[in-house]
């Protein structure tokens, strides 16, 4: 599962490239019981099975053994830290990473204790097992390395970089069923153009995500655009 979603597009492109280096490891080849056991039921009873200690330390020790010391040991988790794109760019400047991936219940609290140097979570939902948490965090962190998107402007103007979401984008037709492209984007006034996104950018945030203005540092021109915005919904709600 996980090897399939490092093979295509952006990672697929950056690993051949040999701009990152991914490495997946099967849990199971680090049992040493002929089934490859590596889930069983939790002490004290309960639903469901908790994946065993002894094969995540297996595998990191594997990895410490003949890759190094990692930077950190990440285990994506609905407990953990929230991942945001400045949790990825700190992430996207340490050398070397470990995701361990948990499944069924969760893993034994001695993995957490003794190996993980962070919890992360991408979001406050519960999926079947980290694989997919792990892919996330990956093409997040991945996307930041020099070299792997190649526009690095593109990189620099996505949501969430500046603290703010993104403007939006169009492409031809210029005209679609009644729908045009704004005309300042046809204009080739690259200043104007600019201008527009901003304040798109800033729109957009303030009317979908609110939260992340608080602490978002505004140009003089954008905290008036921001001003007109809030008066104007006070004036719209008096009348």
Not at 174 to 199: K, Y
Request: net charge negative; glycine share 10%; proline share 5%.
């Amino acid at each position: 599962m996980v090897r399939a979603g490092l093979q295509e597009g952006i990672l697929g492109r950056a690993v051949g490239n040999g701009l990152i280096d991914l490495q997946v490891h099967d849990l199971r080849d680090f049992t040493t019981d002929r089934h490859k056991v590596v889930d069983d039921t939790p002490f004290g009873g309960g639903p469901g099975m908790v994946l065993k200690a002894e094969p995540m330390f297996r595998a990191v020790e594997h990895v410490r053994d003949t890759r190094g010391t990692p930077d950190a040991v990440l285990l994506p988790s609905p407990q953990g830290r929230r991942f945001t794109q400045a949790v990825a760019g700190e992430y996207s400047r340490r050398a070397h990473l470990v995701l361990l991936c948990g499944r069924y219940e969760g893993v034994d609290e001695r993995v957490s204790t003794a190996l993980v140097t962070e919890e992360v979570s991408i979001g406050d939902f519960v999926l079947s097992g980290g694989e997919l948490p792990a892919l996330v965090i990956v093409d997040a962190v991945a996307r930041l390395v020099p070299g792997v998107v190649g526009d690095a402007e593109s990189v620099v103007r996505d949501s969430f970089t500046r603290g703010l979401l993104d403007h939006p984008h169009y492409t031809r037709p210029a005209s679609l069923r009644g729908l045009d492209v704004p005309a300042v984007l046809l204009s080739g006034h690259h200043g104007e153009i600019d201008r527009w996104r901003r304040q798109q950018a800033l729109r957009r945030t303030y009317e979908r995500r609110p939260d992340l203005l608080a602490d978002e540092a505004l140009t003089d021109e954008e905290r008036q655009w921001l001003a007109a915005w809030t008066a104007g919904e006070r004036n719209g709600a008096q009348s």
